[in-house]
């Protein structure tokens, strides 16, 4: 995907949504970009207009400037408008429903890339329709019941083989609700279902938990140890035990993919369970879940790899940055020349052409050290340090047993005013791994 030209940033959220001032902060650190920031619960105390004539289309929100040209929209918490009461009930409904329609039709008449698509929120919101299209993209999805029948619910948890747990159906912002094990207390008060739909589902004896924080195609895993504390049952429970970046095997993430396709979500948090029986259990799915914890307890940079997407369209852009802070001063600000091909080996100084003096000693020294040291932090893929290095597009994909690996490019972006890393193959030479960084193209 080409980059796409940066525009502003509109955050529909509360006003005290942690997570917003967060990505707002790096809007502002990596992109020098000041995102709009809309709580929907402002209208119509803020007024606002929609005006439609042959020059085109023109929006205008209370004190939000330049809304016309928001690029990107991040639907991260929106919420009914507030009106004040009236004296007759039918009046405040009436109003309630035209400042909602108002609001509502004039954001997503945005022609904006819109994290997410608000329409495809709602419908991939809904747990059922999860479960399904999970199972249809090739997911394990354990045994479940939804229901508010108390006989039904009964019938389904003693007839299970094992243990059963209950937990919410809905998705809106209730008091929190714990996944607990149905105990035998429990089924003396189903009765109490009947006026709220429950889900019971086998409980699924694990090795670990796996929250992914999925954008556009790249996919953030997080391995909590959740079988050392007491979040056993829900690892939300328990932040103490240990964190850690992960990966997902080839076919699950290929599953995982084609669930968010299906879902017409480019981004979600997602739960997964590692089964002692070696099996990936999807969970849920939430749209516009919570990932902050995961990367104060992991340094994986979400929050860097959403703004990205925000800004140019593209997450991968942003690979394990988080190895910024353990790479050497010297590394962190390289800068070439070089139009031409450039051959590559970790182990010795690499064969440069007269076009690539400036380039080859600099990325000599990052590759070097990245392969020195890939055994010492449990990645998938690792960047060049700096957003200016013509090659910060690279990643690393750890070799299992060879502290050598395999670098390529993941994403044919634009790493600065003058190159685009193309492709990067493996050549193998006598037994030791050559790297060849090919396609340093010109673009500009």
């Known amino acids: 995907m080409p980059a796409r030209p940066a525009g502003a940033v509109l955050i529909v959220t509360e006003s005290d949504d942690l997570h917003a001032d967060a990505v ?115 997911f394990a999805v354990p045994e479940t ?110 599953s995982l993919n084609t669930l968010m396709g299906a879902l017409g979500l480019v981004f979600g948090v997602l739960d997964i369970r590692l089964g002692l029986d070696g099996e990936y259990y999807f969970l849920e799915v939430n749209p516009q879940g919570q990932f902050a914890y995961l990367e104060i307890k992991t340094g994986l940079p979400l929050f860097a790899s959403l703004a990205n997407y925000l800004v140019t369209g593209d997450a991968a852009a942003y690979l394990l940055v988080a190895l910024r802070r353990f790479a050497p001063p010297r590394l962190r600000s390289c800068t070439c020349d070089s139009t031409s091909t450039l051959w590559m080996n970790p182990y010795e100084r690499p064969v440069s052409r007269a076009s690539e003096r400036m380039l080859a000693p600099a990325s000599y020294c990052f590759f070097n050290w990245v392969c020195s040291r890939s055994r010492d932090f449990p990645v998938t893929r690792v960047p060049l340090p700096n957003a200016d290095f013509p090659c910060a597009g690279l990643s690393l994909m750890a070799s299992s047993g060879c502290p050598a690996a395999l670098f390529k490019a993941r994403h044919s972006g634009r790493c600065d005013q003058r190159f685009r890393v193309i492709r990067i193959t493996k050549i193998p030479a006598k037994g030791v791994p050559v790297r060849r960084a090919k396609g340093l193209k010109r673009v500009g």
């Open 24 to 138: 707002a902060a790096t809007l502002l650190r990596d992109h020098r970009l000041s995102p709009l920031r809309l709580d929907m619960r402002d209208f119509p105390r803020a007024g606002g207009s929609f005006r439609l004539d042959r020059a085109g289309v023109g929006r205008n929100l209370g004190q939000l400037p330049g809304l016309d040209e928001v690029s990107a929209v991040w639907w991260r918490r929106p919420r009914r408008t507030e009106v004040p009461p009236g004296t007759r009930r039918a009046d405040d409904e009436y109003r309630q429903a035209e400042c909602d329609g108002f609001l509502q039709g004039l954001l997503w008449s945005l022609p904006a890339l819109w994290v997410n698509d608000p329409g495809a929120e709602r419908t991939a919101s809904r747990k059922l329709v999860q479960l399904e299209v999970a199972r249809r993209s090739g």
């Open 145 to 254: 019941l939804v229901t508010t029948d108390p006989d039904e619910a009964r019938s389904f948890a003693e007839s299970r083989p094992g243990p059963v747990v209950y937990k919410r159906t809905g998705t809106g912002r209730a008091e929190f609700s714990e996944t607990r094990l149905v105990t035998a207390a429990d089924l003396a008060r189903l009765d109490s279902i009947r006026w709220a739909p429950t889900t019971f589902q086998d409980y699924v004896d694990a090795d670990c938990d796996l929250r992914v924080v999925w954008i556009d195609g790249v996919e953030w895993t997080t391995r909590i140890d959740s079988q050392s504390g007491v979040g056993r049952v829900d690892s939300r429970l328990d932040t103490s035990v240990d964190f850690r970046p992960g990966r997902l095997p080839a076919a699950v993430s290929k």
